[in-house]
């Protein structure tokens, strides 16, 4: 069964950093992209970045780019995301989603919890 399970949230100031984990156990990276989505209270649920195989291809929405980088170990069926320079409107719980296409939310098969993140300035 594949599940998911994000990590690292937390409370940061404006600037500073966090790296948020997904371990995706049952998951075989080739099987779709992993992403990152962020959902506030509100609003619905945008991607946020994604890695696919093969190559490793990355991509980013406009507001993150610079600034988050998405990352995955193969060995730890992990996938990571710094996040620098955050911001305040970078407040969010993020999900990781795994087996998917591109920012397709409803093709992705697999979802975490999700994990708080805020930023205050």
């Known amino acids: 069964q594949v599940q998911p399970v994000e990590s690292g949230g937390g409370s940061v100031q404006a600037g500073g950093s966090l790296r948020l984990s997904c371990a995706v156990s049952?998951?075989?990276?080739?099987?779709?992209?992993v992403g990152w989505f962020r959902q506030t209270p509100g609003k619905g649920r945008e991607g946020a970045a994604i890695i696919c195989v093969p190559g490793g291809t990355t991509a980013y929405t406009d507001s993150v780019k610079g600034r988050f980088t998405i990352s995955q170990d193969d060995d730890k069926n992990t996938v990571y995301l710094q996040m620098n320079s955050l911001k305040p409107e970078d407040t969010a719980m993020y999900y990781c989603a795994a087996g998917g296409i591109s920012f397709m939310k409803a093709s992705y098969k697999y979802w975490g919890q999700g994990t708080q993140v805020t930023v205050s300035v």
């Open positions: 049952g998951f075989t990276f080739s099987r779709g992209c």
